[in-house]
């Protein structure tokens, strides 16, 4: 570990140690990848892949100010509360699957990709199933749009680089609220989705439903974002 590392514990496994120096660097105060370089003394690549990583794992969580701080995961580890965006929509999505009779997903941004961290799946039919855990990316989708509408400027620039979609496009998001999408990241599927907001108004992640375009039309919008709006409130008010 570089000499500006936080502990001086040495394990013989080197990356493990890295590791450690950079969950101990956020610690008492979430930090940007410069601060936590001049912190733990790694190189720029090295720090990033770790608390990327870390994140994943949500032994970390970087904030809508681009800062990492501890993860949810520490806090079950050690006993305590669990996620309580997952503990919220545990009881929230399966409402919206109920209402909509469709799939339903909740997504976080990691970088330029989403993953899904929760769904509720309608028991029979036709289903368009996005296993948890699924790293999607961020150029195509109504849940893409809903996250890239609200990231920081370097991240939406990089993500419209490849975009299937425009700047225009996300002002418009902004601007309504909710996105959608019909045949855009899979053929034969539309989907409809809403930002999800912590207690400080920031957008932690996007709830969407989705479903083949022959069951719920080319406008899904139109029949399922007042429903979608609602659960993402009832999530925000659990937050």
Known sequence: MGQHSPSNQHSGIGVLDKAVAVL??????????AELCARTGLPRATAHRLAVGLEVHRLLRRGADGRWRPGSALAEL???TTDPLLDAASSILPKLRDITGESVQLYRRDGVQ????STAEPPSGLRDTVPIG???P??????????????DPHTQRTILTDAVYGERTLLEVRRRGWAQSVAEREPG????SAPVRDSSGSVVAAVSVSGPIERIGRKPGSRWAADLLAAAEALQDRL
């Open 189 to 192: 599927v539309a989907s409809v």
């Open 138 to 151: 961020m150029t195509a989708g109504s849940g893409a749009k809903v996250l890239a509408a609200w990231s």
């Open 78 to 80: 050690s006993g305590g």
């Open 134 to 136: 699924s790293r999607l």
């Open 24 to 33: 101990q660097a956020v610690a008492d105060d979430p930090c940007g990848l």
């Open 114 to 117: 989403r993953i899904c961290v």
